[in-house]
Every structure is written in structure tokens, then in C-alpha cells.
């Protein structure tokens, strides 16, 4: 069984900052794309940012100068650095991960974790 856990989040100013981590656990033989995403109430799920196995990274226009992603491969743990926050970036981050369960051949699957709030005030 694979979980996601997020930790990180919480109250902050405008203009501060917040790092996000989300590790996984469980029954992992690789671990392939990592995500992060938002949604506040009555939107759809945003993808924030994601970071490929290699490294390779890909932002929101939203994200692009303010947040970090990266990834730690022997923690199987992905972060999410976000700096100079905004109001507007309160909502509640959620972490995904495509990732084998099991040996060769086993398919890929998207796990989710339970998501963490993260508010910004003025």
C-alpha cells in the first residue's frame, strides 16, 4: 500500500514564505512524475508545479518566480518552496506521484495525498 503525506502548511503574511514536503511511503519500486496542486473552494484542481524523474521541471504561469519544486529520490519525498506569497495562493495544496507499485510490469498508478491548507493574509 503507497501513501502520500503533506506537512508544511499553514497561516503566513503576504510576502512570506512556506515550504511544502510530501513523502511516500510504502510498497515503491519507482517513483516517476511529482506534482503539486491547489484548489480553493468552487474551482477545479490546479496544477501548480511538477518535476519529472530527472529533474525537469514545469510551473503554472502562477508559480513562475515565486515557487521551487524539487525532489529528494532517496526520501522519495517532493517540496514545494514558495516565496513572496500572495493571497491569491491560499487554497489547499495537494501532492500526486505516478508511481509503480511493484516489479517490472507492473502498472503505473497516481496516488494523492490528503491535501494541506495554506493561507495567506494581507
Known amino acids: 500500500q503507497v501513501q502520500l503525506v503533506e506537512s508544511g502548511g499553514g497561516l503566513v503574511q503576504a510576502g512570506g514564505s512556506l515550504k511544502l514536503s510530501c513523502a511516500a511511503s510504502?510498497?515503491?519500486?519507482?517513483?516517476?512524475?511529482m506534482r503539486w496542486y491547489r484548489q480553493t473552494p468552487g474551482k477545479q484542481r490546479e496544477l501548480v508545479a511538477e518535476?519529472?524523474?530527472?529533474?525537469?521541471?514545469t510551473y503554472a504561469d502562477s508559480a513562475k518566480g515565486r515557487f521551487t519544486i524539487s525532489r529528494d529520490n532517496v526520501k522519495n519525498t517532493v517540496y514545494l518552496q514558495m516565496n513572496s506569497l500572495k493571497p491569491e495562493d491560499t487554497a489547499v495544496y495537494y501532492c500526486?506521484?505516478?508511481?509503480?507499485?511493484?516489479?517490472?510490469?507492473?502498472?503505473?498508478?497516481?496516488?494523492w495525498g490528503q491535501g494541506t491548507q495554506v493561507t495567506v493574509s494581507l
Open positions: 500526486s506521484s505516478d508511481i509503480q507499485p511493484g516489479p517490472s510490469g507492473t502498472a503505473l498508478k497516481e496516488y
Open positions: 518535476v519529472g524523474s530527472r529533474g525537469s521541471t
Open positions: 510504502g510498497t515503491i519500486f519507482s517513483i516517476l512524475t
